[in-house]
């Protein structure tokens, strides 16, 4: 069920989120206020939509801007900030088959900066073309080495005590709970650290 969940709370983007809110708030039939909007969206995924500095408020540019791309990038939404939003027939089709999601699924997450987002997605990319991640896809766990191992996690033995750590450490929190990498990571973790 872990998997699963990971998964679809992965499916669900902040598009996704404003849309089910605009259709929570009553949007299939009449405008919903930006603000309105906003206030559903936190409750639907806590913290998503939240500024970094101060968690415990809703960052309404954040969310102004994900109702714009339900607009005009999926077509989802229709109306603007004075008017209101209402969901067009995709998303209202969308919503109907999304909404059953956030009865399985806890949307909750810690809004990311740019390059937090940037670096995720670069280590991923890494990660997947290592010879560690071939060798683990592959059945070949046995073969990975300890240089393959480190190498996967970008340290080497010049990377020691707390640098060494964090590293690691930081690895581990990004992606030991990812629905893909999560396996291999937890593995090859094991596999560095005794060393």
Known sequence: MTDKKNK????????????LAVYLMGG?????????AAIKANEIAPG?????????????ANVEKRLY????????????RKKGWILSEDGLRTAKEKIETL?????????AN???MVWKHR???????????EKYTSGKIGEITIQEAEAFFRVNDYVTGIARKERLTRVQNTFG?????GEIVNYLMIVVREK
């Open 177 to 181: 709970k990812d629905p893909v990498l």
């Open 28 to 36: 299939m039939s009449s405008y919903v206020d930006t603000e309105d």
């Open 48 to 60: 998503r939509f939240s500024w970094r500095k101060y968690p415990e408020q809703i960052n309404i």
């Open 123 to 133: 280590e991923k990319e890494r990660m997947f073309a290592s010879t560690a991640y």
């Open 114 to 116: 740019k390059r937090e």
């Open 8 to 19: 679809i709370s992965e499916d669900l983007s902040n598009v996704d989120i404003v849309t």
């Open 69 to 80: 791309d339900a607009k005009i990038k999926t077509g989802y939404l229709l109306g603007s």
């Open 103 to 111: 009865k399985i699924v806890d949307l909750s997450r810690a809004p």
